[in-house]
């Protein structure tokens, strides 16, 4: 997407509201981007060559520090490297799907299972039940999701596609063995961690600080978000299980009102049912 363009082709290519478009504007400008807007022509994204052959801008020294800390934090030129991209290696702000990412080698072999194709052993994987001692799974990932925090995998031993928390994976085995069989519709995630081949769309209404707390626990919905006439906030996007967004509702009483999507008023309506009846 290059050129001079109008708030609606953004708001169109990104998916996303109009009023979206000027708060993610403001956001690529204190990344150090030059863009310039005009009422009527629209916005520009200014590009100075010469400059940019010379010194890195914020997000490329961000990016050269994640790939330090994660491919070489113990190397003696590290800290030199960091003091030069004006990063403290002790503190800097990495994104959090690299923190999680247990470490380069695992990332690298899913990478290269998916392009081709091929079966993984997670030896081994820790499950959150406390009760579920850690065994080794074998896959065919599908598809990494939530900024490659999640591993969307096809289990063989089941038969059912399952997400796996990259954090939760000891170490990656590639096999090379290739799948033969028939695999069940691709399901995508919503920003609440929930997948489904299909998703419900849902409105809500909030106010700011709800609306940061979601922001904050959930970082792909800040997308879906735009100014409210109501709470201040609306929440218009995709759901793919009430359950995700349900306990955050609950968790904030009062904060947030359910615009429209039956099936979530009925989680959060059977939720409160079962709380009243738990405290008899």
């Not at 030129?77 to 503190?91: F, H, N, P």
């Not at 923190?99 to 290269?112: I, T």
Request: hydrophobic share 35%; with cysteine.
């Amino acid at each position: 997407m290059t050129g001079t363009k109008r708030t609606k082709e953004i708001s169109d290519f990104l998916e996303v509201d109009k009023r979206s478009v000027p708060r993610l504007l403001d956001k690529l400008r204190n990344l150090g981007y030059n863009i310039d807007s005009e009422r009527r022509k629209g916005h520009t994204l200014l590009w100075d060559q010469q400059y940019s052959l010379k010194k890195f801008n914020t997000e490329e020294s961000r990016f050269l520090a994640e790939l330090v800390q994660i491919y070489a934090p113990e190397h003696p030129l590290a800290k030199g490297v960091m003091r030069k991209l004006d990063y403290d290696i002790s503190t800097v702000p990495l994104a959090k799907h690299v923190q999680e990412v247990v470490n380069s080698k695992n990332f690298e072999n899913l990478k290269w299972a998916l392009k081709h194709q091929c079966q993984v052993i997670l030896k081994p994987y820790h499950s959150n039940n406390e009760l579920s001692p850690p065994t080794d799974r074998t896959v065919l990932p599908l598809q990494l999701y939530l900024r490659h925090r999640q591993l969307y995998a096809y289990e063989l031993e089941s038969g059912k596609s399952k997400t796996y928390k990259l954090s939760r994976i000891g170490f990656v085995e590639v096999t090379n063995e290739k799948f033969n069989g028939s695999l069940p519709p691709l399901e995508k995630p919503d920003p609440f961690g929930f997948y489904a081949t299909t998703a419900d769309h849902i409105h809500l209404s909030m106010t700011k600080a709800a609306a940061q707390l979601l922001a904050e626990e959930y970082p792909e919905a800040e997308v879906y978000l735009s100014p409210d006439d109501d709470l201040g906030i609306k929440y218009k996007g995709p759901m793919c299980n009430p359950m995700g967004i349900g306990r955050f509702i609950l968790g904030l009483p009062g904060k947030i009102k359910v615009r429209s999507n039956q099936k979530l008023m009925d989680f959060l309506h059977q939720q409160q049912l079962e709380d009243l009846h738990s405290d008899e």
